[in-house]
C-alpha cells in the first residue's frame, strides 16, 4: 500500500523554460536541497520551512550549463557555467562572481555529487575525474571516450559500501549504450540498450543499489517500464573494447492512450513501487496531468495526484519527498509506501498500532514529537505494549465512524451531533488514517459553516488543529473562516500551528486584530502562555531616569554628539544634568494584552520579505503606526532582558521583531514621512537605529582582538584550570 500526502509549494520558479527545472541536489543535511533553475540562478532551500537559505547568480551572458551540487568534504558549492568554467563558492559568500573559477580545458557535461567524498566531473565526450585532481591542473588534457556523434543523455552516480560507480548512457543515429565506470580499479564498460518492438526510445532512466546490485530503471516512450540489474562486483573482467549486451526484463506496462509518451519519467521509491510522472492517469480524462505511485510487484496503481499547469517530466526523491516542477511551481508531496504485499497490492491490508512504521510524515512539526520521540521509540520495541494498545484501537475503530460516513453526516448532522462523532472519529482512528482525512474532513466543516451561518462548531475545529496532521494547504478557508467568526482562540491556534500560511492571509489576520478595540478583545479567550508573557513584560520596572537600572547589552548607549545637536535648544536648561539617553522612551505598551498576545503569534508565522511586502501597504496608516510603536515597546523591552525573566513557551525574536519594522518601514515609507503624527515615532527608531550600529561596531572591534588572542594562545597547553590576566587594549 502507498500514499501521497499532502503536498505543499515549495518555491516558485522564475524562468521555467522549455525544460523546466535544471536539477535538484542534496545538500549537506536532509531537509536542505540545492535548486538549479534554468539559466543563471542557484538556490539553497530549507524544506520544511520553504525558505530560501541564500540564491546566487551569475552576471548576464553567463549560462549555468551543469547544475550545482555539495561538496561535502570542504563544505563548498560547485557549479559549471559557460560549459568550461568551474565555480567554487561557500555558504557566506554573496556573490559568485568574486569565488574562486578554474577553466578547463574540455567541456564538461555534469557535475555528480557523492555522499562524503568529492564530487565527480563527466566530461562531453565520456572522460570522468574527481574534482580535487581537475583542479590541481584545470588546463591538463581529456581524452575523448565517445565518438563524435555519440551524445550523453543521462547519467548518474551510484555509492556502494566501498565502491563508487558512475552510469552515463549515450545516443548515437538511434542506438542507446549504457557506459559502466568503476573506480577501483578503474574500468569502463559499454553495454548496449535494446529497443522494443515499437522503436520507442527511452525517456528516464534512474539507478540504486540494493541487495549487492545496481538496478537501473528506463522508461520508454511506449510506456513499458524496463529493469536491468548490473552487478557490483563482475566475477569475469569486461574484455577491452567490447560492447557486452545488457539483460533486462519488463517491470510494468503503463497505460500511454493514443500516441506515445513525450515528457515523463520514472523514478523508483523503494523495491517495489516506483513514481511515475507525465503518464495519463488510466481512469482520467484527456488533457489531466497526474503524479502517480505504482506496484511493480503486482502491477497496481496505490496512489496518484493530479497536477496543475506544464508538466516537464521531472521527478525526484529526497528524505521521503517527491519534488515535481509543474506549472511554475515546485511541488514538495511527502509519501509512504508499506512493504509489497498482496493484501496491501489489494488495499486489504488490516492496520495495526502496535508499531509506527507505516505512520505518514507529520507536515506541521510538534514540540512533542521531538521531546518524547524516545519514549516513543521505547514503547514500539515492547511487543507487549504493542498488542495491548493495537486491542483498544481495534475497539474503538469498530464503534467509531469512518471518514466517509463522518463526511456525509457533517452535511446534514446538528452542531452538537457533528463535535461528538469528530471527537468520536478522532479517538478512534490511526495516525496514519489522520493524516489523509484531517484536511478532508476540516473542509466538509468548513464548506457546511459557509452555506450555513448559524453552523459553527468550534470545539471540532480545535481538534481537528491540536492532532497536528491539519495545515493551511489542507484546509484553505478555515483561517479566513476564524476571522469571519471572530474567533481569536482558533486563530491563534493556527498561527502556531500552521507553518505554511500564504503571506495574504497573514496580512489578512494582522488588519483584522489591528482593527479591533482593545476592550473588545479582551473578553476572548486566549491561551494563557501568551497572556503571561504580556503581563510579565508590561509589569517589568522601567528604566529609571537616573539610569539606577543599568544598560544591558550595550542596547542603551551615552548620547552620540549629532544626537545631542539635533535636540532642541530649549531641552535642557542650563546646569541641569544631560537629557534621558535616547532609548528610555515612553515605555507603556501601545495596545492591551490580548491584542499583543494576538500580534506576538502574527510575528511568528513564517513568511517571504517578497511576497508579504505588497500586501502590507494595505494597512491603513494609524494601523501601521500602531504596529510600529508596538514593534517599538518591544524593542526597548528586550533591549532590558525582561523577555528573558519570563517563563514563555513561545515569543517572538529581536531578529523577527527588527525585520518586520523593516517590512513595514519599505511598505509605507512615503507616507510616514509626509505624516506628522508620524514623526516623533521615525525619529525614536532612527535613534535606536543608530545605537544598534554602533553596539555591531564596538562587538566587531571586539571580536579582532578575541580572535587575535585566541590566535596567539594555541600553541599554550593550559590546564584544567588556571588564571589569567588578558589586556584586549
Not at 568503476?182 to 540498450?193: D, I, T
Not at 493484501?343 to 488490516?350: E, F, S
Not at 547589552?553 to 545637536?565: S, T
Not at 539617553?581 to 490580548?594: F, I, K, R
Request: aromatic share 6%.
Amino acid at each position: 500500500m502507498a500514499a501521497l500526502y499532502e503536498s505543499y509549494t515549495l518555491c516558485a520558479l522564475a524562468d521555467t523554460g522549455p525544460e523546466g527545472t535544471r536539477a535538484i541536489e542534496p545538500d549537506r543535511d536532509r531537509d536542505r536541497v540545492v535548486i538549479t533553475e534554468s539559466g543563471r540562478a542557484v538556490t539553497v532551500y530549507k524544506v520544511s520551512d520553504q525558505k530560501p537559505l541564500g540564491s546566487w547568480t551569475v552576471k548576464q551572458g553567463q549560462c549555468i550549463t551543469s547544475p550545482a551540487v555539495y561538496n561535502p568534504p570542504t563544505k563548498e558549492y560547485v557549479v559549471v557555467t559557460d560549459e568550461k568554467v568551474v565555480r567554487v563558492w561557500k555558504d557566506e559568500d554573496i556573490s559568485i562572481e568574486k569565488a574562486f573559477k578554474a577553466t578547463v580545458s574540455a567541456e564538461v557535461y555534469r557535475l555528480h555529487s557523492v555522499p562524503d567524498r568529492e564530487p565527480l566531473v563527466l566530461f562531453r565526450h565520456g572522460a570522468v575525474r574527481f574534482l580535487d585532481s581537475l583542479l590541481a591542473a584545470p588546463q591538463q588534457p581529456i581524452e575523448e571516450v565517445l565518438s563524435e556523434e555519440e551524445v550523453i543523455r543521462w547519467s548518474a552516480a551510484v555509492q556502494m559500501e566501498q565502491q563508487l560507480v558512475l552510469l552515463f548512457s549515450t545516443e548515437q543515429r538511434g542506438q542507446h549504450c549504457l557506459y559502466v565506470q568503476r573506480f577501483s580499479p578503474n574500468a569502463l564498460v559499454k553495454h548496449r540498450l535494446e529497443t522494443d518492438s515499437t522503436n520507442s526510445t527511452p525517456l528516464s532512466y534512474a539507478a540504486t543499489y540494493r541487495d549487492g546490485n545496481i538496478h537501473l530503471l528506463y522508461l520508454f516512450s511506449s510506456g513499458s517500464v524496463y529493469e536491468s540489474v548490473l552487478q557490483a562486483r563482475p566475477t569475469v573482467p569486461a574484455v577491452s573494447g567490447t560492447v557486452q549486451a545488457l539483460p533486462r526484463s519488463l517491470l510494468l506496462k503503463l497505460p500511454v492512450g493514443e500516441g506515445e509518451l513525450t515528457a515523463a519519467s520514472a523514478l523508483p521509491v523503494d523495491e517495489s513501487h516506483i513514481a511515475v510522472v507525465g503518464v495519463p492517469h488510466p481512469l482520467a480524462g484527456a488533457g489531466k496531468d497526474y503524479l502517480c505511485l505504482w506496484n511493480t510487484h503486482f502491477q497496481t496503481l496505490q496512489a496518484a495526484r493530479e497536477l496543475a499547469g506544464k508538466i516537464y517530466g521531472q521527478l525526484w526523491c529526497f528524505s521521503g519527498k517527491l519534488f515535481v516542477p509543474h506549472g511554475k511551481i515546485l511541488s514538495v508531496i511527502p509519501f509512504e509506501c508499506q512493504k509489497s504485499s498482496l493484501a496491501a497490492a489489494m488495499g486489504k491490508l488490516k492496520q495495526t498500532s502496535g508499531t509506527n512504521e507505516s505512520s505518514g510524515p507529520t507536515l506541521v512539526p510538534t514540540w512533542n514529537a521531538l521531546l518524547h520521540s524516545n519514549q516513543t521509540q521505547t514503547q514500539e520495541n515492547s511487543r507487549g505494549a504493542a498488542t495491548k494498545k493495537s486491542k483498544i484501537s481495534t475497539r474503538n475503530q469498530s464503534s467509531c465512524p469512518t471518514a466517509e460516513q463522518l463526511a456525509e453526516r457533517i452535511k446534514v448532522g446538528s452542531e452538537k451531533e457533528v463535535q461528538k462523532q469528530v471527537e468520536e472519529f478522532l479517538h478512534g482512528s490511526q495516525p496514519e488514517e489522520l493524516q489523509l482525512t484531517a484536511g478532508r474532513l476540516a473542509s466538509a466543516l468548513v464548506m457546511r459553516c459557509q452555506a450555513d451561518p448559524t453552523f459553527y462548531p468550534q470545539a471540532a475545529f480545535t481538534q481537528l488543529v491540536q492532532t497536528n496532521y491539519l495545515c493551511h494547504s489542507g484546509c484553505p478557508d478555515l483561517l479566513v473562516l476564524t476571522l469571519e467568526k471572530n474567533d481569536f482562540r482558533l486563530c491563534q491556534l493556527c498561527l502556531q500551528l500552521f507553518q505554511d500560511i500564504p503571506e495574504a492571509v497573514t496580512c489578512c489576520c494582522l488588519k483584522t486584530i489591528l482593527s479591533f478595540q482593545d476592550s473588545e478583545l479582551e473578553q476572548v479567550d486566549l491561551e494563557e502562555d501568551g497572556l503571561l508573557f504580556m503581563k510579565g513584560l508590561t509589569q517589568t520596572p522601567e528604566v529609571s531616569d537616573d539610569g539606577d537600572s543599568g544598560q544591558h547589552n550595550g542596547f542603551c548607549p551615552p548620547v552620540l554628539e549629532e544626537e545631542i545637536c539635533d535636540a532642541p535648544p530649549d531641552s535642557e536648561a542650563p546646569g541641569t544634568r544631560p537629557a534621558r539617553e535616547p532609548l528610555a522612551l515612553d515605555m507603556s505598551c501601545p495596545v492591551g494584552l490580548h491584542k499583543g498576545a494576538l500580534l506576538n503569534e502574527v510575528l511568528q508565522v513564517p513568511y517571504s520579505d517578497s511576497l508579504l511586502l505588497p500586501h502590507l501597504k494595505d494597512l491603513s496608516v494609524p494601523q501601521v503606526l500602531l504596529l510600529l510603536q508596538y514593534l517599538r515597546f518591544l524593542y526597548l523591552k528586550y533591549s532590558q532582558d525582561a523577555h528573558s525573566l519570563i517563563p514563555a513557551l513561545r515569543n517572538p525574536t529581536v531578529t523577527q521583531i527588527m525585520d518586520w519594522v523593516c517590512l513595514l518601514l519599505d511598505a509605507h515609507f512615503t507616507v510616514l514621512a509626509l505624516a506628522p503624527e508620524a514623526k516623533r515615532l521615525l525619529t525614536s527608531l532612527h535613534k535606536f537605529v543608530r545605537s544598534q550600529v554602533k553596539l555591531y561596531s564596538e562587538l566587531g572591534k571586539i571580536e579582532g582582538s578575541l580572535e587575535a588572542l585566541k590566535k596567539s594562545k594555541q600553541s599554550r597547553e593550559i590546564g584544567q584550570y588556571s588564571i589569567e590576566v588578558i589586556e584586549l587594549f
